[in-house]
């Protein structure tokens, strides 16, 4: 049972429950709060044992030791003050609040009316004070151990040129696992055994980039729904990772996976939303921020403060003007830095985060704190750079250090695959790191975190198979999730016996792969794209926990060779820095090589010409990188050199005879890639200089040079080239 006997002062920091050994430290922030009470609970979270009056507040923190106090107790708070909606005030101690900085929440939450701090009758009144007890069914947060034995455990610190990230759930990426125990699937414990890694490591990746894990609620009306939120982008707990995906129910099982990934040299990443909480808009429940105190929490209407202002669609967005909402946030990415040694964060709809007043700064308080702090900014910064607010579309606008989300990447290479016209010029520029969005800025190709699908929309799969989004699963009539996918079904909506279009499925799959491993800028896959993974159509699968949005690993035998193409890519990706290039392309001579460093080319050989680039109708093309021109150095300072490649893109149906750039001295060109013929590689043919390629419609070819003296590298296997075996 926990109870406390004595009652000391405490200190105002840390914030949140501390236990130093001896005993725990309780220190919460309310600048408008009027009395604050620290509830004790039983082992089992049902009752209150006890209700310990917080007196000492220093600098807006209350805080209060218990010398009683041990790691396992349970508690809440209770904070007092005016319910004055109109004002931005909401306090109601009849609400049991979550500490902002526990570092465990447990127990799920029990929906109820007794979560709204105003009464819910037939007509919706916020206005309203409702005297319901919601503790019975609120999580309780936990007093934690931080000790954990982390042996020499060291970041992987991938160079971000290295990088290849892979998104994943971690509780979807293992629930059919049938190689992981089944106690262990969708469980942090589930994603460092060793069959998950062991796939990890051979497919190839350096980064998995976890969606949310700080804890979140499912919307209650999800719930009604029998749904859930699956994603988990209705963050509660910035401090305490997300207890469903915990086998053993501890917090240290999260850093026991962090250490296995990164025995395995494998980076962790984390999407943060800090932009918004689970609390939703006015008419949102009272769990933690709201009731603690509302007015410093979140950015309120300048013309009435009853409602908030919502640049997030999510209802609220945490008002990063206020100094301890900053402090928040800092505090957070800290601890998952230093107490749980995740390598870096990708920030959901960042744009928010900049915002002073009512514009997107971007030299705001945010990234001047984080660009001045030693711990953060030696890690991975990742903005999706937009918000849902007027001028939140920020694209290539963060600051030095960070890297971007670039839809505009994702746009164009699946608008070129589907065939739409007058995209050359855009694809070049995407295929070459975006130089047009980040070079103005002194920022480099890797700034662009490159990506054909993600999460959020369709998968790989259904990106060929669907012309039109099917979330009728959703509830919502098929009216949420995006309308504007750029997908083509290649000639039958959803799945197909028919084998002409199943092959050019596959076809279109191994073009947009291809396109995104060898672009310049960090590729991020999406977990399961690599074996053909299907969400039935369905675009936004946030509330689908269940087979929808799971992985189905069943797939993985059928798909086998789509898997084996993406490893051999990054393979080859890894092996070949023309593909991984730290600074951007010159299009002239440079180190004295005898080509330029980049030619696009033309089906006839030529170099394509500035009017040429305007011709709508140009769905073929070239590009020609000149290894021996390659304006880099290597962590040693020599100058980087590697292969000439020539990579050949044919969008449209018809095959082109595509004429290979001339090749100087006794050299050959040597296929290493055919989008069309995935086999080709078992024997790759070799052709001369001027020859012409046979290019097949839809299709990406890749070709190098090599010496024609030497006869048996043309027998190379694709797997001695790219240092890979067959098997998968």
């Known amino acids: ?211 949310p894990v700080h804890t979140f609620v499912d919307d209650r009306y999800l719930v009604e729904r029998g749904l859930r939120n699956y994603w988990g982008y209705n963050t509660l707990g910035y401090f305490a990772p997300e207890a469903r995906y915990s086998a053993s129910g501890k917090v240290n099982e999260f850093k026991t996976m962090v250490r296995t990934l990164h025995s395995a040299g494998i980076e962790v990443i984390l999407d943060v939303v800090y932009n918004h909480t689970a609390e939703g808009n006015q008419m949102g429940p009272t769990l933690s921020f709201r009731g603690i105190d509302n007015k410093s929490y979140y950015r309120q209407a300048d013309d009435n403060p009853r409602y908030y202002k919502d640049y997030t669609g999510c ?199 291809a396109t995104l491993l060898l672009s310049q800028g960090v590729p991020m896959l999406l977990a399961g794209d690599e074996i053909g993974n299907s969400q039935a159509g369905n675009n936004n699968a946030y509330c689908q926990d269940n087979a929808v949005g799971w992985i189905d690993w069943s797939l993985e035998e059928e798909n086998r060779e789509l898997a084996q193409f993406v490893r051999r890519l990054i393979a080859l990706r890894r092996r070949h820095p023309a593909f991984r290039r730290r600074d951007f392309f010159q299009g002239r001579r440079v180190n004295g090589g005898a080509l330029k460093d980049i030619v696009w080319l033309k089906p006839d050989g030529t170099e394509m010409s500035e009017q040429e680039w305007q011709q709508n109708f140009t769905r073929c093309l070239g590009v020609l990188l000149a290894g021996d021109a390659a304006d880099q150095i290597d962590d040693r300072g020599r100058p980087v050199i590697d292969r000439t490649f020539v990579v050949l893109f044919n969008a449209h149906h018809d095959d082109i005879d595509f004429t290979l750039p001339a090749c100087a001295g006794a050299r050959q060109w040597l296929q290493m890639v055919d989008t069309a013929d995935p086999h080709s590689a078992e024997n790759p043919p070799a052709f001369g200089g001027n020859a012409h390629y046979p290019l097949r419609g839809r299709s990406l070819a890749l070709l190098t040079q090599v010496r024609s003296d030497r006869p048996s590298e043309y027998g190379l296997r694709m797997r001695r080239i790219t240092g890979v075996d067959d098997e998968i």
């Open 315 to 513: 209802g609220n967005t945490l008002d990063m003007q206020h100094p301890r909402v900053l402090q928040l946030i800092m505090d957070s990415l800290r601890y998952w830095v230093c107490e749980m040694h995740v390598d870096g964060f990708r920030f959901d709809l960042a744009a928010a985060l900049a915002r002073e007043l009512h514009a997107v700064d971007r030299l705001g308080a945010f990234f001047d704190i984080i660009r001045q702090d030693p711990v953060l900014n030696r890690v991975k910064l990742i903005a999706e750079p937009w918000d849902l607010g007027e001028g939140g579309y920020q694209v290539g606008n963060f600051p030095l250090g960070w890297a971007e989300w670039n839809d505009r990447y994702r746009d164009t290479m699946r608008a070129y695959w589907k065939g739409d016209e007058g995209l050359i010029g855009e694809f070049a520029r995407r295929l070459t790191g975006s130089s047009d969005l980040y070079g103005r800025s002194g920022r480099r190709p890797f700034a662009s975190i490159n990506f054909i699908t993600a999460h959020d929309g369709f998968t790989l799969h259904d990106l060929v198979s669907y012309n039109d989004k099917h979330n009728e699963a959703n509830g919502e009539q098929n009216r949420d999730g995006h309308n504007h996918n750029l997908s083509w079904n290649c000639g039958a909506e959803g799945p197909s016996d028919e084998p002409r279009i199943r092959e050019l499925r596959n076809q279109q799959k191994r073009n947009l792969l």
């Open 1 to 211: 049972m926990s109870t406390a006997a004595a009652i000391w002062p405490g200190r105002s920091y840390p914030l949140g429950a501390t236990w130093n050994g001896e005993g725990v430290n309780f220190a919460l922030f309310s600048e408008h709060a009027e009395r604050v009470e620290l509830c004790l609970f039983s082992a089992d979270g049902r009752r209150e044992t006890q209700r310990i009056a917080v007196r000492e507040h220093t600098d807006h923190v209350w805080h209060c030791y218990l010398p009683e106090a041990r790691p396992g107790w349970l508690y809440g708070y209770r904070v007092h003050g005016p319910y004055k909606p109109e004002e931005g005030h909401r306090f109601n101690a009849h609400k049991l609040l979550l500490d902002p900085y526990a570092r465990a929440i447990v127990g799920g939450l029990r929906w109820s009316d007794a979560m709204f701090g105003y009464t819910i009758g037939n007509r919706r009144d916020d206005l309203s004070f409702d005297r319901r007890d919601s503790a019975r069914g609120m999580p309780k947060c936990k007093v934690t151990e931080p000790a954990f034995t982390w042996d020499d455990d060291r970041a992987p610190c991938v160079p971000w040129h290295d990088m290849v990230i892979y998104e994943l759930n971690v509780r979807g990426y293992t629930m059919l696992n049938s190689r992981v125990p089944e106690a262990l699937r969708g469980t942090y414990a589930g994603l460092a055994t060793a069959p998950v890694i062991d796939y990890l490591k051979r497919l190839g990746v350096t980064t998995v980039e976890l969606l």
